[in-house]
């Protein structure tokens, strides 16, 4: 004969009582089929957070294995989407039914993207965090995702003051000489000499968060990676062979830039961008010259939206 095994969560009432916003789990870890809208489905190892809300002052708890088997399923048999992702929102409250009316959802990952080397015939492989955020409250939905991407920046100033360097050491090398062939330049500039300063130039990180259209259908990370690349010029490299890392040195050069000016050309490429209807940007330049990073925030300026 079968033994009813007890279920607290469900008969007993709390000690104390009191609505809570979000109970539920941190730190699931699943392996997990991303489909973004480049078109492949990749997998990644996730990290997920997931939460109902519990507003019966005297409901004792919340039923975690549910929330948690609803995960499993996505695992086994779907794949990450936007359309996924609401799904499973409806799923934690169908599952919690007379207990909760909203549900949340945070999801970790690197997504891993093939990236052409600049000149050369060759690619590589590039991680980018990822951090996926849904919630449904009282059936209204949103949608937020975040990206990381690495990026080189070269200090204006630092470009400046080793240009000042470069015309005096040329003064100094021709100084009792009327007349310099363009050959005689040439030659000098390949030397040592020739470049006695370069500037300065650090690993940097862009961190941006965008709000999702709701009727988006396919996940935007490649674009907005995209997107992001494209206003820096200067992301951090996979494959590199000599011809490339002379290009590297190359956009660095034309694209100098402050932590300032590094905002800014984030913050016009995604006002461009009509899927996102919010944004959030953090630039963090990690220097080179200082043991400090330099920083700057900025975000679209919704009304109720993302606050810097």
């Not at 033994?3 to 979000?22: E, F």
């Not at 000042?164 to 000499?193: K, M, P, R, S």
Request: proline share 3%; with cysteine; glycine share 4%.
């Amino acid at each position: 004969m079968a033994t009813t095994m007890p279920d607290v969560a469900s008969s007993a009432k709390a000690q104390v009582g009191g609505t809570l916003d979000w109970v539920g789990m941190s730190n699931i870890e699943l392996p997990l089929t991303v489909k973004a809208d480049d078109g492949h489905s990749r997998s990644v190892s996730a990290k997920v957070e997931a939460f109902v809300n519990l507003p019966n002052p005297q409901a004792k708890g919340i039923h975690m294995s549910r929330l948690y088997l609803a995960l499993d399923q996505l695992s086994l048999n779907g794949e990450l989407t936007l359309a996924s992702l609401k799904s499973l929102l409806d799923d934690f409250i169908s599952s919690h039914e007379a207990l909760s009316d909203r549900a949340k959802v945070k999801i970790s990952f690197d997504y891993h993207l093939r990236r052409n080397s600049l000149l050369s015939e060759n690619s590589g492989w590039r991680a980018y965090p990822v951090t996926l955020v849904g919630s449904l409250d009282q059936g209204k939905l949103s949608l937020e995702m975040s990206v990381e991407v690495a990026y080189s920046s070269t200090c204006p100033c630092s470009a400046a003051l080793a240009r000042q360097l470069i015309q005096e050491a040329f003064n100094n090398q021709f100084a009792d000489q009327q007349t310099v062939t363009a050959e005689e330049v040439h030659q000098w500039l390949g030397t040592t000499q020739g470049v006695v300063a370069t500037p300065h130039s650090q690993r940097s990180l862009a961190q941006v968060w965008v709000k999702l259209d709701e009727k988006l259908e396919a996940l935007p990370l490649v674009n907005l990676v995209d997107r992001i690349e494209g206003a820096l010029a200067t992301p951090v490299q996979a494959a590199v062979k000599r011809e490339d890392e002379q290009e590297f040195a190359r956009l660095n050069g034309q694209n100098l830039m402050f932590v300032e000016d590094a905002a800014r050309r984030l913050k016009t490429a995604l006002n461009e961008e009509q899927r996102f209807q919010d944004f959030w940007l953090r630039v963090n330049h990690l220097e080179s010259l200082h043991a400090h990073d330099a920083v700057s925030v900025t975000c679209k300026g919704v009304e109720n939206g993302y606050q810097p």
